[in-house]
């Protein structure tokens, strides 16, 4: 913990030049083009449409990209650590302790043939030498601080035995056990209603800020991410077309960013045709 | 003008890998041509097609083909070690291996084409109503397929022939009847997969009838993995076919099967090994052919794999 | 509750599949071209005394009451008696069945030792040489006439090289000298403490069941590959990496550990399917088995050995079915 | 009316395993109406308008689609006047179909003649040319698929249209398109829409008026203007307003589970 409050005003993660290329038959295809940002011990939301590259931007500092995709950058830095020049067996210590992701829909992300118990304190295992009853009472404890009922019965529990809610919560616990200092949340609400949402939104909330973890937010719900993140990032076609402070998103500058957010219906407004976002081929190098 | 010299054929294939096709023909025919071209990719799928296609080729020519008779008798040339003459030898009768292959030939396409027009037919039939009607429609006619899986096939193939006396029609009958459970069981997997999808409602909602249905959207969807498995399971058919050719069920002498021509040159294998083994490798090649095929085929039709 | 009644349809299910299994070679048996009053009279049988035997037989019975005699004949272990060895074929069954099991058992396990990690390997290089390699080895696998290639290896490797025995479980030298109570020549010349024996039979074993297991191989790893693609797809393994695990315990435990339950059901699938690879091994390699029984008798028109030996056979396939089955509702979380 | 359902009951499964989808569900839609009909998952919502078109027939209670009543099994005429555009544009046109058999086929089963002359005035209705014709379903953008959906549901001229979360797959951006796209065609055919949707601003955007449901029963009924002064009466559907207007710790907090 004291190695941390020191570096509090050192970037956590340094992205510069971030690219991700995919090879198909016509030569390579880029999902990512050229994305760079600094993240502090802070809540940035990345937002834009699907296929913007926002996934990709996530995957790639875990360098989770899936074959054959291949990542560069100018610089990929986390706590001033390298992490393309990262070997094999060091990203392995990074991933999970240092930087943890959670990913969209619980029903596919938890391993379906083993108690929830079990996959969380195998998360707490891997990155510290505790014996199983010592992993089993840290997951029971995580349990609980995800606010969970009922730890011990849940401990036992198949993945299809709870609910989006829950799984999303245990998920959550999972990724957060072994402490880590960032977390990737892909998506982590859309496949939930949108009271759990909120719920399981307070959580992340909380945990963050007690951790003084930071919080990579990637996720298309642009209303969700202005309400819940500091600092936002919109991608279009694999760039970073604007990136400002999430209570100013309304005053946002970039025609796509005013577009899209012209073409959200609002329950305050009477019924009427919205504004189509008409795509100018000049964003795309911008 | 120069520019345009070249043209005619980068201009048919635009037109086949245009993405707004002016006409049903069109579209159908570029959808054919970018699965060509993925197969085509596919070394060893290509080379698959080329065997199966020499098959068909030697199998319609034999007659041309074949430099002797395959019945051709010469006792003074009896087990002759492959020459000049006889490039793969002779039998026991001094006929000339080679021309009884490339006759032999007709008989293992002529199996595999019979099982290959009934059984995956049958068996398309059988699971696509299976899983579009479910409830009673499906368990009786699964319970059915269930049985007829359960059955040893080989060992039933033979009690069949065994039943029905031995010869080239009882064995692709025996192997006919054998081989479509699984079939059923790949229609009925895929249509149970599709039949909640909200294509088939939409076709539902548009009042379109439960033959309709089946015929034009469903069928056409298992149709794919069908091609795929049966092509693998030639393979199969043929090693079944000689298989019981070589227990003495199949094809009778002395008709040139290939799998009988190995029995025959059993008894010779250790002094006159090529009568046994020229045969042997001549299913071998022939069935490696359908694998790579459908191997291939796999790829360009079926991508999920198995 | 769920339990007991999902345990009564197993069995319903077991006994409508066997009654199947029964009716099929009861009509094989009904349209044979032999007449099984000749057979059992011989050719020079009188009017009277053939009239006898029919009835004897239940011939004269309406069909499905031919078969209700037929299914309660089977039930009690008579399956007739064989023309060829004029003893009752249920125990020429037995006596031949533990040497097919033993030829299929040596095969399945080579199957599964080698083609797991085979078709693991292959997923894991999805792609890469060792893909295409062990692929294109399972298409050959697939391509082969599992009796010749029996032949060519007694040609190369007992003709040729002499490195391994002729056909037979054991040398002519040491045949019956060992008491048969498995039937499991391996085994019972342990129990009966004849090293020599033992190592003779094993040496015997050992190239029918490479190539039996040759075929196994090949399937396996391929099922294996397939299975393993759909894991590593999944999210949850994304997840396993994020969690920092090595690669090794990703592979092996979390999609290893989903893609057991279907693997054990391609075992049982291919165990069976070896019993029935046996009957053309068995022929080549003179391999005194249940495959060897049938075509023996096959080829002397024994129909009631025939029919016997099949009935054996199908009903260890549905044995296998079934228990695959229950591993599946044993093994799987989501199927409890 | 256009619409009428009464005391509308469906159950999945048996015995003891069986849960009650939708409770005694009444509601009615007039004619030339637009009418949304929102719940969380799991709610009933899509149960309800898959019983109205026919899709389910295991259920009780009555169902009356303008003026006639109906039963479980539809008659061919139905398909003419009700049709449904499904939420997942990918799933709901048949993979190896181009868009011209997929907008030919309906025609060919009610025995319209004229094809080609209709499958070009819808394609141009849903504001794709001609171009679109022949392709396949992978050929075209999310946007353009559903596109494609809602011109297969109007070829038939129907009188009534179900839309089932038509744009929650979809990005904001093409939402709007869609959205605008339903408002023009209600207004030029004089259609009847029943939307389904989790998303209150999307029903406030096209929608008259709209009923919340939960676990199966009918909360509330209201009209889109009280929705919009948050005139909500109860509990459930002002948590329900409250959760889409952003993430608010504060709010977050008060939620509680309804039953």
């Given at each position: 913990m004291t190695d941390r409050k020191m570096a509090d005003n050192a970037p956590l993660l340094e992205v510069s030049n971030l690219r991700v290329a995919f090879p198909t038959r016509t030569g390579m295809a880029e999902a990512v083009r050229g994305v760079s940002f600094t993240l502090g011990r802070e809540k940035l939301g990345i937002v834009g449409e699907s296929g913007s590259g926002k996934s990709m931007t996530g995957r790639s500092i875990l360098r989770l990209v899936p074959q054959p995709g291949r990542v560069t950058a100018d610089r990929l830095a986390f706590n001033g650590e390298d992490l393309l020049a990262a070997s094999p067996r060091r990203m392995r210590d990074i991933r999970g302790r240092r930087i943890a992701m959670v990913m969209q829909d619980p029903k596919y992300s938890l391993?379906?043939?083993?108690?929830v118990g079990r996959q969380i304190a195998e998360a707490y295992r891997v990155h510290s030498k505790a014996g199983a009853a010592e992993a089993k009472r840290r997951a029971l404890e995580m349990l609980a601080a995800v606010r969970i009922r009922d730890p011990e019965r849940v401990?036992?529990?198949?993945?299809?035995?709870?609910?989006g809610g829950m799984g999303q919560r245990i998920m959550i616990a999972m990724m957060l056990i072994p402490d880590p200092d960032l977390l990737i949340a892909d998506?982590?609400?859309?496949?939930?209603?949108v009271t759990v949402q909120m719920q399981v939104l307070a959580i992340l909330d909380d945990l963050c800020s007690q951790r003084g973890m930071g919080m990579i937010f990637v996720s298309h719900d642009l209303n969700l991410v202005a309400s819940f993140c500091d600092r936002i990032l919109i991608m279009y076609a694999g760039r970073v077309v604007e990136s400002c402070r999430a209570s100013e998103l309304h005053a946002a500058q970039h025609p796509y960013t005013r577009g899209l957010l012209a073409s959200l219906p609002r329950i305050d407004e009477p019924p009427g045709d919205l504004p189509v976002l008409s795509r100018d081929p000049m964003w795309l190098e911008a | 003008m120069t520019a345009r010299t070249d043209t005619p054929s980068a201009g048919w294939r635009d037109w086949l890998t245009t993405d707004t096709p002016q006409s049903r023909a069109q579209a159908r025919l570029g959808r054919a041509w970018a699965g060509w071209t993925a197969f085509r990719r596919n070394r060893l799928a290509v080379a698959g097609l080329l065997i199966v296609l020499a098959l068909v080729v030697v199998a319609a020519l034999a007659p041309v083909l074949?430099?002797?008779?395959?019945?051709?008798?010469d006792l003074n040339g009896r087990l002759l070690p492959p020459s000049a003459a006889h490039w793969l030898g002779t039998d026991a009768f001094g006929r000339d291996i080679l021309s009884r292959l490339i006759h032999g030939a007709r008989l293992t396409l002529m199996i595999v084409a019979l099982v290959a027009a009934t059984a995956p037919l049958a068996g398309l039939v059988i699971g696509t109503a299976a899983g579009y009607f479910g409830g009673w429609v499906d368990t009786v006619l699964m319970r059915i397929t269930d049985i007829a899986l359960a059955f040893p096939k080989l060992i039933l193939a033979l009690a069949f022939v065994a039943a029905l006396g031995p010869g080239i029609e009882n064995a692709v009958i025996a192997i006919a009847i054998t081989s479509w459970p699984p079939y059923a069981r790949i229609a009925r997997a895929e249509t149970l997969t599709v039949r909640r999808s909200d294509f088939i409602s939409a076709a539902r909602l548009q009042g379109a009838s439960s033959l309709r249905i089946i015929l034009g959207h469903i069928m056409p969807l298992c149709i794919a993995s069908l091609i795929v498995r049966t092509t693998l399971d030639m393979a199969g058919v043929i090693l079944t076919a000689a298989g019981l050719g070589f227990l003495g069920l199949g094809a009778q002498p002395p008709l040139p099967e290939w799998g009988a021509m190995i029995a025959s040159g059993r008894q010779y294998v250790l002094e006159q090994w090529w009568v046994a083994a020229m045969p042997g490798l001549a299913i071998f090649i022939v069935s490696l052919g359908f694998n790579l095929l459908g191997d291939g085929l796999r790829d360009v039709l079926d991508p999920k794999g198995d | 509750m769920p339990t007991l009644k999902r345990g009564l349809t197993l069995l319903v299910t077991v006994a409508v599949t066997l009654l199947g299994l029964l009716l099929v070679t009861f009509l094989i048996g009904r349209v044979v071209p032999i007449d099984p009053v000749l057979s059992a009279l011989g050719d020079r049988a009188n009017a009277d005394s053939y009239a006898q035997m029919r009835t004897q037989l239940g011939l004269d019975l309406p069909l499905w009451q031919q078969f209700l005699r037929y299914v309660g004949d089977v039930l009690q272990g008579d399956l007739g008696t064989s023309v060829l060895t004029s003893r009752p074929v249920l125990e020429d069954v037995l006596r031949v069945f533990p040497a097919t099991m033993e030829l299929a058992t040596v095969a399945v396990v080579i199957g599964a030792v080698l083609g797991v990690p085979a078709g693991v390997f292959a997923a894991t290089h999805r792609g890469r040489w060792p893909d295409h390699a062990i692929r294109l080895l399972g298409l050959i696998g697939h391509s082969v006439p599992i009796f010749w290639l029996g032949l060519m290896a007694l040609l190369l490797f007992y003709a040729k090289l002499d490195w391994a025995p002729g056909p037979g479980r054991v040398d002519v030298f040491y045949e019956g000298m060992v008491d048969a109570v498995t039937g499991i020549v391996t085994v019972d010349a342990l129990l009966a403490g004849e090293t020599d024996i033992f190592w003779n039979a094993l040496q015997h074993l050992v190239l029918p069941s490479a190539i039996l297991g040759l075929y196994s191989v090949a399937y396996i790893a391929r099922m294996t590959r397939g299975f393993m693609l759909d894991q590593l797809r999944q999210e949850y393994i994304t997840t396993a990496r994020v969690k920092g695990l090595s690669e090794t315990r990703v592979v092996w435990r979390h999609a290893l550990g989903n893609i057991a339950v279907p693997l054990i059901t391609v075992i049982a699938l291919s165990y069976a399917g070896l019993l029935e690879g046996s009957v053309l091994t068995e022929t080549v390699f003179a391999w005194p088995g249940l495959g060897l029984y049938i075509t023996n008798s096959l080829l002397s028109a024994d129909m009631n050995a025939v029919l016997g030996g099949t009935l054996v056979v199908g009903a260890v396939f549905i044995a296998l079915n079934m228990l695959s089955d229950l591993l599946y509702r044993l093994l799987d979380p989501r199927a409890r | 009316m256009m619409i009428d359902i009464q005391n509308l009951r469906v159950r999945f499964g048996q015995g003891a395993d069986a849960v009650t989808a939708v409770d005694g569900v009444t509601l009615s839609v007039r004619e030339g109406e637009s009418f949304g009909l929102v719940g969380e998952s799991g709610s009933g919502k899509s149960t309800v308008l898959r019983a109205v078109s026919g899709l389910n027939d295991d259920w009780t209670g009555r169902i009356a689609v303008a003026g006639t009543e109906q039963g479980p099994k539809r008659q061919k005429g139905f398909y003419k006047l009700c049709q449904m555009v499904f939420q997942d544009p990918y799933g709901s046109l048949h993979p190896r179909h181009t868009v011209d058999r997929i907008l030919a086929e309906p025609i060919a089963i009610h025995g319209l003649g004229d094809a080609d002359a209709r499958i070009d005035r819808v394609l141009r209705d849903v504001g794709l040319g001609p171009a679109f014709r022949f392709r396949y379903p992978h050929q075209l953008s999310g946007g353009q698929r559903q596109r494609v959906a809602i011109a297969r549901a109007l070829v038939l001229e129907p009188r009534v249209l179900l839309l089932d979360e038509p744009t929650s797959a979809l990005d904001v951006s093409v939402q709007a398109e869609i959205l605008n796209l339903l408002r023009r065609l209600r207004a030029e055919h004089g259609l009847t829409l029943v939307l389904v949707t989790h998303n209150l601003a999307v029903v406030a955007n096209l929608c008259d008026r709209l009923a919340v449901m939960n676990r199966g029963r009918l909360v509330e009924e209201m009209s889109v203007d009280e929705l919009r002064r948050g005139a909500a009466r109860e509990p459930y559907t002002l948590q329900l307003l409250r959760a889409s207007q952003g993430y608010d710790r504060a709010t977050a907090e008060s939620f509680r589970d309804y039953a």
């Open positions: 391993n379906p043939v083993m108690t401990y036992d529990r198949y993945p299809h035995e709870v609910s998506e982590p609400t859309s496949a939930l209603d | 074949a430099p002797y008779h395959p019945y051709a008798q | - | -």
